[in-house]
């Protein structure tokens, strides 16, 4: 028996070898889970397979592990490491022989309670072959797919098919000292450890492979079987006059408009083409945080990602790094306008299900598309919709739309028996191929639809697009989050017939803004960013190459020092290779001389270098307001500095999606800026070093917040001279007076005479009870007063002297 088993092995090895390549997550296990090859280990798997034992074995051997096929010496005897739950089912019949495990399971306990030792490594492995969630009525394909325990005859399909998408994930080892202290029967004790494991490999299988796919026939029946749709039906017939059969016919053409038709096969397919891609376009993808999302999956929570829109490579980018994180791809909230062929039928293979941009006045569609969204969370999908509802077209988050997030908790009040997390994730490039439609889009051209030949002309423009930027947020539970903030939620739960209750819009609308705050919490710092909050600043936009590494240094050196948020990422790169790699995608100029080499923004990129700033423009709001406060005042006190935030902060805050103040942030920046010889403290009293060195690097940084509080003086300074305005004349009068200093001063930046970006900064000061509502109109508080003074002390002279001449301060 012992020859047969040996001859077996050896021909799954052999069988491995050939046919079988392995995705490992994490791709270094032994640093991310702090394993100890020394120590006595075993591995714990579903599967006891002799194909799922070869593909360990060679993982293990790569990754310096002690091998599965041989025994651990567990004090005086020897064990198999490889534990496997269950034996696949014989070739004829039904009934498996049951494993060794509850046995291994045992001595491994007994030894732990007989020494006291707690150096046991048992690690939990999940080994899927393919990634198919398989179908809700199994048929021919299941022949090849793992989604069933198949026998060893089946399993040898399953390898020469699937082989090549053969995926092992290592998870934390088991916390064995929480089984061994219970006070329990030790008998028990075993069968405990083995439920665990099966537990975590179905959570683990799940987020992997996602639950079993309804065929579309099912899916529209399931559907058009709903109470809510069949009312909904009932209305359309009756509001048209038309038959109930050929109203059903209507919800069955929406169905086929809206829903996705997910394929595992298009999703192998568009992994091969999405990896030939980004290595055309760019130098590498950084993906961080991820370990808060597997932390989710591995609690059972269902998962909504919520990310920042920026391209449309987004819907591709996010959903591939996803999936190579060894977690089923979301169905994704597309635009109707994506619904082009060939790339809508793609897209929808790909997970895309697509939505209007107005449901205003279909009934019968908003039931539809609400009850479609629910099933797809009762199910236990995951989703993933972009909160803006279009993309960014000036690097800012964009207000957010609350649509899909009121559909998403409506849903929840169904009963959804899962904890359901939101994931925020932030998204940057050094290079947005649309960046270029973007600025015309915001010069008054008409945005152009998607096309077939939009497709062709961008594969055409492929090049080399710097590097993408993928930042999982801090997740935020919607179940705790209603649990804090509206105890009583779960009083409208009903499974069929939910009612808008009154408190959803306004908690709709504080989560979709705590939303955009994690998202901006997450940024990432690039050489692009970075440089454009350099040169932007400078007049001609250029700077000596010198004074430019010795700025960058300076912010690389702040963030470290005093860093926005514990989120927000830097790169790992010296100054000097982040402008070396920065001037490898023809975005600058080097301009030579005999005193040295000049950096200057090409000229076809300086307007579109404000796209780039925005992004990472809130990241610095405090330590610019600071350093432009210095660099003005020269000497200032603590207390001084704490009052301009105060009266600064919200408006912020507001604008850019910015967390709660940390009470010691500001202490950190004066800080750095203090160890970088910029400034002196003695004790509440603060001071420049007024060289020119240090005078310069604070200027430079100070000037970053120039447009923001210009637009801030122009609105202010409005309602200040006015006894009143209504709010329509303010929103008018402050646009031309931006258009003007746009002219006087040669401002260019697309979002200064935005009047969106006016507007909210006017239902700021609203909000924040800075303007109230008069007879007369809109007038200012004392604070707005105090707000103004401060603006005055920090704008240049030249700038408020065109400002005052159209808008006479009535604050002395």
């Not at 089912?89 to 022989?97: M, V």
């Not at 935020?476 to 989050?481: A, F, H, K, L």
């Not at 009583?488 to 989560?511: E, F, G, M, Y």
Request: aromatic share 8%.
């Amino acid at each position: 028996m012992r020859i047969l088993n040996y001859c077996l092995n050896v021909l799954s090895a052999a069988i491995s070898r050939l046919f079988v390549r392995t995705k490992v997550l994490p791709e270094k296990p032994v640093e991310q889970y702090q394993l100890n090859p020394e120590q006595p280990t075993f591995y714990i798997a579903r599967l006891n397979s002799r194909f799922d034992l070869a593909a360990l074995a060679r993982v293990c051997k790569r990754h310096g592990l002690p091998s599965p096929t041989e025994q651990q010496l567990l004090g005086e005897q020897e064990l198999e490491r490889f534990i496997g739950i269950k034996n696949p089912p014989p070739l004829f019949g039904d009934q498996a022989k049951p494993t060794n495990a509850l046995a291994q399971g045992k001595q491994i306990i007994e030894h732990l309670l007989a020494t006291g030792q707690q150096n046991v490594q048992v690690i939990p492995v999940t080994i899927l072959w393919g990634r198919a969630p398989g179908k809700e009525k199994p048929g021919i394909s299941t022949l090849i797919t793992h989604s069933l325990t198949p026998s060893w005859f089946r399993k040898l399909f399953v390898v020469l098919f699937s082989g090549r998408d053969n995926f092992i994930r290592f998870s934390q080892p088991l916390d064995l000292s929480l089984i061994v202290n219970e006070k329990a029967d030790v008998n028990e004790l075993p069968q405990k450890l083995l439920r665990v494991a099966l537990v975590h490999f179905k959570r683990q299988q799940l987020a992997a492979t996602g639950p079993k796919m309804p065929s579309r026939e099912q899916l529209f029946n399931s559907l058009l079987a709903s109470p809510t749709i069949k009312k909904a039906i009932q209305d359309e017939a009756k509001s048209k006059n038309i038959t109930q059969a050929e109203a059903r016919q209507n919800a069955v053409k929406l169905l086929n408009e809206i829903a996705a038709n997910y394929s595992e096969a298009m999703i192998r397919v568009g992994d091969r083409i999405l990896t030939w891609l980004w290595n055309k376009l760019y130098n590498g993808i950084d993906i961080k945080y991820t370990e808060q999302v597997h932390e989710l999956t591995n609690k059972g929570h269902e998962i909504i990602y919520m990310p920042c829109h920026r391209s449309h490579m987004d819907y591709l980018l996010l959903t591939y790094a996803i999936y190579h994180q060894g977690l089923v791809p979301p169905h994704i909230a597309a635009g109707i306008n994506l619904n082009f062929f060939p790339a809508g039928g793609i897209f929808r293979r790909s997970g895309a299900f697509f939505i209007r941009r107005s449901f205003s006045g279909n009934k019968l569609y908003s039931a539809v598309f609400k009850e479609y969204l629910s099933q797809l969370f009762i199910k236990g999908y995951s989703v993933k919709f972009y909160t803006e509802g279009g993309r960014s077209r000036t690097g800012r988050l964009l207000p957010p739309k609350t649509g899909m997030l009121a559909m998403t908790l409506q849903a929840m009040l169904r009963g959804i028996d899962r904890p359901v997390s939101i994931v925020p994730v932030y998204i940057g490039y050094e290079h947005v191929m649309e960046i270029n439609t973007y600025l015309k889009e915001l010069a008054g051209n008409d945005k152009k639809g998607e096309s077939i030949l939009g497709i062709f002309k961008a594969i055409k423009n492929l090049k080399n697009y710097g590097r993408g930027y993928l930042n999982f947020g801090d997740p935020i539970s919607i179940n705790q989050y209603l649990n804090d903030h509206q105890p009583n939620w779960r009083d409208d739960i009903h499974p069929t017939d939910v009612q808008k209750p009154q408190w959803l819009s306004p908690q709709v609308a504080s989560l979709a803004d705590q939303v955009m705050v994690k998202i901006n919490n997450a940024a990432a710092l690039n050489a692009v960013n970075l440089l454009a909050m350099i040169l932007l600043v400078n007049d001609r936009h250029a700077l000596s190459k010198p004074k430019l590494l010795a700025q960058l240094n300076f912010y690389l050196t702040l963030q470290r020092d005093a860093s926005y948020s514990a989120k927000v990422t830097m790169p790992d790169e010296t100054p000097e290779q982040l402008l070396t790699h920065a001037l490898k995608l023809n975005k600058f100029d080097v301009i030579s001389d005999e005193f040295g080499e000049i950096i200057a923004i090409n000229d076809k990129e300086k307007t579109l270098f404000n796209y780039y700033r925005n992004n990472i423009l809130h990241v610095f709001a405090i330590p610019s307001l600071i350093a432009l406060h210095l660099f003005r005042q020269k000497t200032t006190t603590l207390a001084q500095c704490q009052q301009l935030i105060k009266a600064f902060y919200p408006l912020f805050a507001k604008e850019w999606y910015l967390c709660e103040l940390d009470e010691h942030y500001l202490t950190r920046i004066l800080a750095s800026f203090s160890e970088q010889n910029l400034i002196e403290i003695d004790g509440d009293s603060l001071r420049t070093t007024n060289t020119n060195d240090s005078l310069a690097k604070l200027e430079m940084l100070g000037r970053a917040l120039n447009f923001t509080l210009q637009r801030y003086a122009i609105v202010i300074g409005f309602i200040q001279t006015s006894n009143g305005i209504e709010k329509a004349e303010l929103e008018r009068e402050s646009q031309v007076l931006a258009q003007r200093l746009g002219t006087l001063h040669g401002i260019k930046t697309p979002e200064f005479f935005d009047k969106k970006v006016l507007v909210g900064l006017i239902d700021s000061l609203r909000d924040q009870a800075l303007i109230t509502e008069g007879e007369q109109g809109l007038i200012g508080s004392p604070q707005l007063c105090e707000t103004y003074l401060h603006l005055k002390a920090l704008l240049p002279a030249r700038v408020w002297q065109s400002i005052s001449d159209i808008v006479q301060g009535q604050c002395k």
